[in-house]
């Protein structure tokens, strides 16, 4: 099966830490850019960070300066870390993989993962 898979969020009091994680499934053989993603109820989603297998990033500017993306493409992992949290950053989390290419030598734009809840609050 084709997919992304987050690892578990959490509750965090403001000013606290939280690390994501999200792995692609054994059938994709390689992906080009890794990124995160969320949406808080009523708002659209909006990227938060983006990794290039070339290791470029890219950050919102609610990301800049408090959150870190890094990635291992050779396991098509990439994290998120998230320090300084504030209750606005409170959302859906969501990772996304664009230039997907499957084992059996399918090419997808674009993968999603379901969302893991990130809660920050006292």
């Known amino acids: 099966q084709v997919q992304l898979m987050e690892s578990a969020g959490g509750l965090v009091q403001p000013g606290g830490s939280l690390r994501l994680s999200c792995v692609a499934s054994a059938s994709i053989s390689s992906v080009n850019v890794l990124g995160w993603y969320r949406q808080s109820p009523g708002k659209a989603r909006e990227m938060v960070a983006e990794?290039?297998?070339?290791?470029?990033?890219l950050y919102a500017d609610s990301a800049k300066g408090r959150f870190t993306i890094s990635s291992d493409f050779g396991k098509n992992m990439v994290y998120l870390q998230l320090d300084n949290l504030k209750p606005e950053d409170t959302a859906l989390y969501y990772c996304?993989?664009?230039?997907?290419?499957?084992?059996?030598?399918?090419?997808?734009?674009?993968?999603w993962g379901q969302g893991t809840q990130v809660t920050v609050s006292s």
């Open positions: 996304n993989a664009l230039q997907v290419e499957t084992v059996d030598g399918y090419n997808l734009s674009e993968l």
């Open positions: 990794i290039t297998s070339g290791g470029s990033t």
